[in-house]
């Protein structure tokens, strides 16, 4: 598999800043973005330290410009991994009978964030690689973005991560069998929880928590294998399937009793 030059969001932490450090060798060149200057710079300090050669870009996938610019500015590129994601939960409501509730502001961001940061990402990535001579493989490029096995699942807990995660799947997976033709690879990523900074503040047990560098390490191997849907644990991505075709009372009273579930379990994202 041909990736001398990688492109990656969300760089400055957990999986991003994981695959970063795997892919970190002579002769490779990474294009590292995100938005804390600081994470960022340590990400690309630890490439270089590998011998890879690394650019970092301060920007938010929320800024479409910004992000053709970068992207633009960046190609030709081999690989493109769009790690950038944000999550929260629902709150406790404040008056006594009151529903658990998810902020509209909060809503807004994930979507901003999780769902057109990934467009912001990937529809210029197709438009550099597009342009790319095919290598040896007959690929031009590949892109893979980061979905969620919340995204297979209408979660009562995290509504906008679940509905902004199955957007993601849906999108890489439905544009990838276009782009087949082109010679570029689309890659979804389902996985459960993983040991990042985004659930260290968790306040229940996380079924299937899978270490970060296993999880880069199984990623990059489902590129190797051009593998459309890269999924683990795989246990946990079919009991969630199965959960989906339940009728919705069943899921919803099943769900909403999980620790996991429950209301204020969640650090509250940082919307500033
Ligand atoms: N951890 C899990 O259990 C888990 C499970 C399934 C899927 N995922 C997905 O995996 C991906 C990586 O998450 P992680 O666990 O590595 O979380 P993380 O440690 O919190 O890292 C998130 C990264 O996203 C970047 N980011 C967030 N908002 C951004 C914005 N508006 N513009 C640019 N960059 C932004 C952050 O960079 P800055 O702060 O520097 O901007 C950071 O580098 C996410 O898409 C997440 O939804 C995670």
Redesign the pocket.
């Known amino acids: 598999m041909k990736h001398d030059t990688v492109l990656i969001?969300?760089?400055?932490?957990?999986?991003?800043r994981s695959l970063a450090l795997t892919l970190a060798r002579p002769g490779r060149r990474l294009f590292l973005?995100?938005?804390?200057r600081d994470?960022?710079t340590e990400t690309a300090r630890l490439c270089i330290s590998r011998g890879a050669a690394a650019d970092i870009r301060l920007?938010?996938?929320?800024d479409r410009n910004g992000m053709e610019d970068w992207v633009h500015s960046a190609g030709p590129l081999d690989m493109v991994l769009a790690?950038?994601?944000?999550?929260g939960g629902t709150r406790r409501a404040t008056a006594p009978d009151g529903a658990p509730y998810e902020p509209d502001a909060q809503a807004r961001r994930m979507f901003a964030?999780?769902v057109e940061?990934v467009l912001n990402t990937v529809l210029p990535a197709l438009h550099v690689m597009q342009g790319q001579p095919r290598a040896a493989d007959g690929l031009r490029g590949r892109i893979c973005a980061?979905s969620?096995?919340a995204g297979i699942v209408s979660y009562p807990g995290t509504p906008s991560y679940s509905a902004s995660?199955a957007a993601v799947d849906r999108f890489m997976v439905a544009t990838g069998g276009n782009m087949k033709q082109a010679g570029i690879l689309l890659t979804s990523v389902v996985?459960?929880?993983?040991n990042?900074?985004?659930?260290a503040g968790n306040h229940f047990p996380m079924p299937g928590l899978t270490d970060v560098d296993n999880a880069s390490r199984r990623i990059l191997r489902g590129l190797r294998r051009n593998e459309r849907r890269i999924v683990f644990p795989r246990w946990l991505v079919a009991g969630s399937r199965f959960m989906d075709l339940l009728p919705i009372r069943l899921a919803e009273a099943y769900y909403t009793n999980q620790p996991t579930g429950a209301a204020g379990s969640m650090p509250e994202p940082d919307l500033s």
Do not use: H, W, Y
């Open positions: 969001t969300g760089a400055s932490s957990g999986l991003g973005g995100g938005r804390n994470r960022l920007c938010d996938v929320t790690c950038a994601g944000i999550t964030t999780n940061g980061i969620s096995v995660k996985c459960g929880f993983l990042t900074p985004m659930v």
